[in-house]
């Protein structure tokens, strides 16, 4: 029985480390779905296989080629004829309207829908052949919506991957940058369990930003990241973004649009393909700018 005993711990771990690795990288309602139609095993197909270098990405170079994807083998594309070159280091910012694509061409970098022509390549490895688990393992990903599991502490929540251990001064430090130790230490600190209301809606965000700056990625990929919070919590996981996130490429899905204005380039989508790409003052200095019309909205 002892063996059944270990048996069953070991079991519940890799079913804890694999909810992370698929909540951490989920696109709101994209990854959910596609949970349901793919079970793990099917989506691992046996070309997957390349296992690219330690520390990949290094650098956050990304190099979108003719590329298109649509959610199943066979279905409509929903993003096509993407060429896009992101420098390292890069700050891009994405819109367009409702059900343009935003969404989708973040999930296509962490592979969540099938590649159907051309390629997408992070630091001159192509993403096609990466293990998918390996991928969204390597990339730092910001979900719409805050999550924690309410069985564990603020410590594990924190930093849930396996392998290294962090410091509890290095924790205390990225609760502080996002400004919720405060809260969190009057609630009794690092080993407290944190219970489904345990912060407040604001301070959820901020929690899961606090995490994703432990996760130590050169490529971030946000989606709609503020759209719940209020204007003084979405300044300052926009502050927080720009100072902790610097060194990173950034790809950002954009609720309110002054939150990319100051980034490198914007990307507009209209119907799965990029119909303007450029600085944001050169779009906001042409007539005819898409963007531009959407800022003034
Ligand atoms: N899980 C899904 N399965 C199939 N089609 C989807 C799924 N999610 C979104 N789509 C479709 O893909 C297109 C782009 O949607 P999406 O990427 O969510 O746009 P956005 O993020 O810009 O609002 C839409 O036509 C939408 O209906
Ligand atoms: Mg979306």
Not at 109 to 120: A, K, N, P, Q, V
Not at 208 to 235: F, G, M, P, W
Not at 250 to 262: E, K, P
Request: proline share 4%; net charge negative.
């Amino acid at each position: 029985s002892f063996d059944v005993n270990v048996m069953s711990f070991n079991t519940s771990l890799s079913m804890v480390i694999k909810m992370w690795t698929y909540t951490e990288t989920s696109i709101g309602a994209i990854a959910r779905v596609r949970d349901f139609e793919n079970n793990t095993k099917s989506e691992v197909k046996p070309i997957e296989s390349n296992t690219p270098p330690p520390g990949w990405p290094t650098s956050g170079a990304i190099e979108m080629r003719n590329f298109a994807a649509s959610y199943t083998e066979s279905s409509d594309l929903v993003v096509q004829g993407i060429n896009l070159t992101i420098q390292p280091g890069e700050k891009l910012g994405i819109c367009g309207r409702s059900g343009s694509g935003k969404s989708s061409l973040l999930a296509t970098l962490l592979h969540l829908l099938e590649f159907r022509e051309g390629s997408i390549t992070i630091d001159g490895v192509d993403v096609a052949y990466i293990p998918r688990d390996v991928l969204r393992g390597s990339l730092n990903t910001i979900p719409q919506e805050p999550y924690w599991m309410n069985t564990e502490t603020v410590r594990f929540n924190l930093y849930p991957w396996p392998g290294d251990t962090v410091n509890d001064a290095t924790l205390i430090d990225v609760l502080r940058k996002c400004h919720i130790w405060d809260t969190i230490n009057e609630k009794g600190g690092l080993d407290v369990k944190m219970a489904a209301d345990f912060l407040s809606h604001g301070q959820r965000q901020l929690f899961c930003l606090a995490r994703s700056l432990l996760r130590k990625s050169k490529v971030v990929v946000l989606d709609e990241v503020s759209a719940s919070v209020d204007i003084q919590t979405d300044s300052l996981i926009q502050a927080v973004i720009r100072q902790d996130l610097r060194d990173c490429t950034i790809i950002s899905v954009a609720h309110r649009l002054n939150t990319i204005v100051d980034f490198d380039r914007i990307v507009v989508l209209d119907e799965g393909r990029i119909i303007e790409c450029d600085a944001p003052q050169i779009l906001l200095s042409r007539p005819d700018s898409r963007f531009k019309e959407l800022y003034n909205l």
